[in-house]
């Protein structure tokens, strides 16, 4: 009888503690679509998700892959707002054509 008592206990104590447990929110960085966001800025901006605006027909109009200054990434959208993308997410880049 005394080996119910304590595992009962034992079940109660452990569900107690994680009643209290913090969850930290994760985003899911997979089992999104990746979409080709048209860069609108100079080589300053480059990390500012608001100069990036959503490509209307989803592909890459830009061939460089070499250069200084984003023409086009490939990424996940935010997950509060569609219209900008998760810059920790890229997948591809294509660079502006040097001149």
């Known amino acids: 009888m005394k080996k119910y008592v304590i ?6 104590i452990g569900i107690a503690a ?3 447990t913090v969850q930290k929110e994760t985003k899911a960085k997979t089992g999104g679509v990746y979409k080709w966001f048209d860069f609108n800025g100079n080589l300053l901006t480059m990390g500012d998700p608001y100069y990036y ?3 209307p027909d989803n592909w890459p ?3 460089t892959m070499l250069g ?3 023409c086009e990434i490939k990424c996940l ?9 998760d810059l920790s997410t890229i997948c591809a880049i294509r660079y502006r ?3």
């Not at 935010?78 to 900008?84: F, S």
């Open 77 to 85: 959208p935010d997950e509060y707002d569609d219209a900008i993308p």
């Open 18 to 20: 994680s009643a209290f």
């Open 7 to 12: 595992c009962l206990m034992a079940v109660a």
């Open 61 to 63: 109009d830009c061939l």
């Open 68 to 70: 200084l200054v984003y």
């Open 53 to 55: 605006s959503l490509d």
């Open 97 to 99: 054509p040097l001149l």
